[in-house]
């Protein structure tokens, strides 16, 4: 695997990833705001085709839009990143869509200690889900991304306004 705009302190260890965002990083295109935005922390490896990717991450999210969770990324203006972003004191399942403008899509929930996050690719359909226990997972969006056969997928984490955070994967897998 390999490091898209590495963080500073990261360190794999077995079936983990224990990684603290850098301040200010995100990855966001055009909408809302204008700005374009590509410096979040992304580690990843190439797959082409279908697959399942799979992670569990565990965090103390403190500042507006602190995130992390998965990407599915064709190049900077064609990409998909879920998993837990934290707004005005709560947590969100949450799902960007970016096919050069970025869309946002989220649903509150209380997560206790860890949180699951799955993309599914079949064909040019994507499916986001989700787990609080790692057994059931929930839906929460389907979409097109892209037909081109081979993407970058893996762990993603960024602080777009605070000052960064420790997040620690667990269980990364892909699957084709």
């Known amino acids: 695997m390999q490091w898209l705009n590495e ?10 990833l224990i990684a603290t965002s850098n301040a200010g990083t995100d990855f966001w295109r055009k ?6 935005r590509d410096n979040g922390h992304f ?10 990717v799979r992670v ?3 965090a103390e999210y403190q500042s507006l839009y602190d995130q992390a969770g998965l990407m599915v990324r064709a190049d900077e203006r064609t990409w998909l990143k879920c998993g837990i972003e934290f707004m005005d004191g709560k947590h969100y399942a949450s799902v960007v869509v970016t096919r050069d403008w970025s869309d946002w899509s989220v649903i ?13 690719r079949n064909d040019t359909t994507f499916t986001v889900s989700y787990s609080l226990d790692g057994i059931k997972y929930e839906t929460i969006r389907q979409t097109f991304l892209t037909e081109q056969a ?3 997928v893996g762990m ?3 602080a777009p306004k605070g000052n960064g955070f ?3 994967f667990e269980n990364f897998s892909l699957t084709t």
């Not at 509150?108 to 599914?120: G, K, L, N, R």
Request: hydrophobic share 40%; charged share 20%.
């Open 156 to 158: 993603m984490l960024a």
């Open 166 to 168: 420790e997040v620690c």
């Open 108 to 120: 509150p929930i209380e997560i206790p200690v860890s949180f699951w996050t799955q993309c599914e």
């Open 31 to 36: 909408t809302h705001d204008g700005g374009i």
């Open 43 to 52: 580690y990843f490896e190439s797959v082409a085709g279908n697959f399942t």
């Open 150 to 152: 081979a993407l970058q």
């Open 56 to 58: 569990k991450q565990t």
């Open 7 to 16: 963080p500073a302190k990261w360190a794999a260890l077995e079936n983990r």
